[in-house]
């Protein structure tokens, strides 16, 4: 029978495991989130269609989520356009958002 050096609850091979899990995360590449700023306004009503949904960069410290159409709202959420500045527009209507709708309820009987 072979023995390993690690027993199955072992501490040295809960932390060999962690710090292997660790290294192969930070070694991925960070991905940027697209930005408005760097695209045309039809080049960037294009990527929202072609992607659905999308967190977009549009400024150095702020974002806004784009959706392409209705399906990406909960159903108790309704659809707003969207603007973000582009290359050539300063308030470009990229795609939508959702917006929460508060319906008043029934009242007192």
Known sequence: M???PFNRHSPALLTTLTAS????IASLPAQARPDTRSMTC????AFIQQH???VMSTGTY???RFIADRRYCPHYEI????YGPTLDNPKCPIGY???RVDR??????
């Open 97 to 99: 958002g959702c917006r």
């Open 62 to 64: 702020t974002y806004s």
């Open 42 to 45: 039809a080049q960037a009503q």
């Open 104 to 109: 008043p309820g029934p009242g007192p009987r």
């Open 52 to 54: 659905g949904a999308v």
């Open 21 to 24: 899990v660790a290294l192969a």
């Open 2 to 4: 072979t023995s390993f």
């Open 79 to 82: 659809l707003e356009p969207n």
